[in-house]
């Protein structure tokens, strides 16, 4: 099953959950971790019997040192950002 | 607030706070110069961010706050819409067991100004989700008083653009929101040095919230620590109350007194 992980094409197991993304992408069930499934907020609790689908679009993030100016891959609809 | 004796506390979303110093955790070389930056600030609350995991990343900036007993407060950095501030928001609730925000919704990523527009919109809908709302706002009196009436915990205007160290461009604006506002004022982005954030709590600010000025500075744990003291003076001589600013002199030695020598 070919899943979007972290905008990355990724190949995973036929009945992988959300769970075994989050691994996949290198990260612990801990606190610091979110994840969005196909845009929406997925509660850690849910994580392993959520089940992903071909072409699910999975975003895992972490804290990092704040005020960056990256993205995050969760943007909802084109983004308005312009340089004037 | 009584004159003469500084109140040692201050209240934020319904909890006490000692320091009015609330500390960015970006920008600094290493985690260890974080950390040391952050304790001789004497910080409570630091911020963070939310972004793609990176599984090569050394270290965690969480397991620094958590050992320091810091208040990791999460931002929505990089958000230029609501609906992306409100689903990041969201997301940073899970992921740091906390539904305080620092809402930050950037109208474009040269100025890193407010959208206005936006940000209320966001505001408004983080706070019927239950969120406690600290936005990033301009300098605006009006702007101030909607954020607060949508229910916001604080306002946060800025003293001058993100990052600048142009310090308070327009003391006139944030003695206004003070004077109007019910809910702290936090004097967020701008400040340089530390006369900036000494005059942020003269005027009225219940705490300043910067990053750039610590982790820029040639020191930044030196840097960290004057602002410390600059936040103690500010809140002791706004507390003080200060004489009026006259146009003429106005002697302290009375003239009375005066022997006749010629």
Known sequence: MRVELNGKARELPAGATLADAVRAAGAEERRGIAVALDGEVAPRGEWGTTPLAEGSKVEVLAAIQGGAEDATGIAC???RRTRR | MT?????????LGGRAWSSRLIAGTGGFRSLEQMERALIASGTEIVTVALRRIDPDAEGSVLEVIDRLGLFALPNTAGCYTACDAVRTAQLAREAFETDWIKLEVIGDDRTLFPDAVELVEAAEALV?????VLPYTNDDPI???????????AVMPLGSP??????????????????????????????GTASDATLALELGCDAVLL????????????MARAMRLAVEAGHAARSAGRIP??????????EQG?????
């Open chain 2, 245 to 254: 600013v006259r146009t003429h002199a106005e002697a302290s030695t009375p």
């Open chain 2, 3 to 11: 004159l003469g004796r500084p109140d040692s506390q201050w209240q």
């Open chain 2, 162 to 191: 993100i990052g600048s160290g142009a310090g308070i461009r327009n003391p006139y604006n944030i003695s206004i929101i003070v004077e109007r506002a019910a809910v702290p004022v936090i004097l967020d982005a701008g400040i």
């Open chain 2, 211 to 222: 990053a750039s000025a610590i982790f820029g500075a040639a020191e930044p744990e030196a």
């Open chain 1, 77 to 79: 609809a084109p983004s």
């Open chain 2, 143 to 153: 702007l101030a008083r909607r954020l607060e009436e949508a229910g916001c915990a």
């Open chain 2, 258 to 262: 005066l022997p006749e020598l010629s």
């Open chain 2, 128 to 132: 019927a989700d239950g969120f406690t």
